[in-house]
């Protein structure tokens, strides 16, 4: 019992310190990750890496689809 509740504090306390390392971040990502958690409020996501990120336009796919897009590519 005890070791399950030092895991669960454990990991509750990690949590809030990676969000407080997340929000005080000079890195060019975080304000992507920090949109996507928190803000998101698109229809479809384009999700995957450099060439999602350089190669899908979601301002020349939404209007074909009828539907709010965002590019999550990293």
Same mark, same amino acid.
């Given at each position: 019992?005890?070791?399950?509740? +030092?895991?669960?504090?454990?990991?509750?306390?990690? +949590?809030?310190?990676?969000?407080? *390392?997340?929000?005080?971040? +000079?890195?060019?990502?975080?304000?992507?990750?920090? &949109?996507?958690?928190?803000?998101?409020?698109?229809?479809?996501?384009? *999700? +995957?890496?450099?060439?999602?990120?350089?190669? &899908?336009?979601?301002?020349?796919?939404?209007?074909? *689809?009828?539907?709010?897009?965002?590019?999550?590519?990293?």
């Amino acid at each position: 019992m005890f070791l399950l509740l +030092g895991l669960f504090a454990a990991d509750r306390l990690g +949590g809030i310190g990676m969000k407080w *390392i997340n929000r005080h971040t +000079g890195d060019l990502l975080a304000p992507k990750f920090r &949109y996507l958690t928190e803000d998101l409020h698109e229809d479809v996501l384009l *999700i +995957g890496a450099s060439r999602c990120h350089q190669h &899908y336009v979601p301002s020349i796919i939404a209007p074909k *689809i009828g539907m709010s897009v965002y590019n999550c590519g990293i």
